[in-house]
C-alpha cells in the first residue's frame, strides 16, 4: 500500500508519477525545506552562540570573543511589549495582513540596555544592534481591524495611521518576540572591563573598584543574544 506521503505527491504531480518518482520528490522537498531552515539567519546564529566557549563573566579576557549567560535585569524602568504587554528589554512587534499575499502592515523594534549576573560578575550589554535568535512569543489571528483587541488597534493607529483604512476589511495576523524580565540569555561579544559603581570594593583595605564587564556591538562584530536552551547550556 502507498504511504500516505507517497499519495499526496502523485496528487501534486497529476497521479501519474511511480511510487520512485514520488518518494525521489519528498526527498528533494525535505532536503530543500532542511537546507532553508539550517542556514536561516536565526538558526545560524543559534549555532554560533552554541559553539562559542562559554566564560564565567569574571574571567572572560577584554577584547575576546565569548559567551556569557546570565538573567537579563534593565538598567532603569522596563520595557513594555505593545501587543502581549510584557516587561522586557528587548522587543520586536509585527502586524500582518494574513494570506497567500500577506504584507507587512506596522513592525517596531526597541530595545534597552541590561544587566546581566552570574556567581562570577556583572555585565552590562548594550542589547541595540545586536543579532537575536529568539522564541516567539505568541501568534495571533485577530479578524478584522474591527475585530482588534483595543491595544493592537492602538498599536496600529500610533505607528502607521495611513495603514488603517486599507486593512479595515482583511483579517491581521500578529506576533511578537520579546526578551522578558528576569529571563536567562546568552550573549555572544567581546567586550571592555570598566568600573562597577554598584558594586562594593574588591579591597577594602586598599579600596580598589569591583571592575564589570561591557558588551556592545561594532562595525567589526555584533553581538548575537539568545534564549534558546542550546545555547545556554554547557557550564564554563
Given amino acids: 500500500m502507498d504511504s500516505a506521503w507517497v ?10 508519477m511511480s511510487v520512485e518518482g ?23 546564529i543559534k549555532r554560533e ?5 562559554r566564560w564565567a563573566i569574571a574571567e572572560l579576557p577584554e577584547s575576546t570573543l565569548g559567551r556569557i549567560v546570565g538573567a537579563a535585569k534593565p538598567i532603569g524602568e522596563p520595557l513594555t511589549s505593545p501587543l502581549g504587554g510584557r516587561k522586557c528589554i528587548y522587543y520586536l512587534a509585527e502586524v ?49 481591524f474591527d475585530d482588534a483587541p483595543e491595544h493592537v488597534r ?10 488603517t483604512g486599507p486593512v479595515l476589511h482583511r483579517t491581521l495576523v500578529y506576533r ?3 526578551l522578558s524580565v528576569d529571563e536567562t540569555i546568552a550573549v555572544l561579544g567581546a567586550g571592555v ?16 573598584p569591583a571592575m564589570r564587564l561591557r558588551l556592545t556591538s561594532t562595525p567589526r562584530w555584533k553581538l548575537r543574544i539568545s534564549d534558546h536552551h542550546s545555547t545556554l547550556s554547557t557550564a564554563p
Wanted: charged share 25%; hydrophobic share 40%.
Fill in 176 to 178: 511578537e518576540m520579546t
Fill in 7 to 16: 499519495v499526496i505527491a502523485r496528487r501534486h504531480s497529476g497521479g501519474n
Fill in 154 to 163: 492602538s498599536f496600529l493607529a500610533s505607528n502607521n495611521p495611513s495603514a
Fill in 49 to 53: 552562540i552554541a559553539a562559542a566557549q
Fill in 22 to 44: 514520488a518518494v525521489m520528490v519528498l526527498l528533494i522537498l525535505a532536503i530543500i525545506v532542511f537546507v532553508a531552515l539550517y542556514f536561516s539567519k536565526e538558526q545560524r
Fill in 96 to 144: 500582518r495582513t494574513a494570506g497567500k499575499h500577506s504584507k507587512l502592515v506596522v513592525r517596531e523594534e526597541r530595545s534597552m540596555p541590561c544587566v546581566i549576573e552570574d556567581d562570577s560578575g556583572r555585565a552590562i550589554v548594550d542589547v541595540e544592534g545586536a543579532e537575536m535568535a529568539l522564541g516567539q512569543d505568541s501568534v495571533t489571528s485577530a479578524g478584522t
Fill in 193 to 208: 572591563r570598566e568600573p562597577d559603581p554598584d558594586a562594593p570594593p574588591t579591597d577594602a583595605y586598599r579600596g580598589a
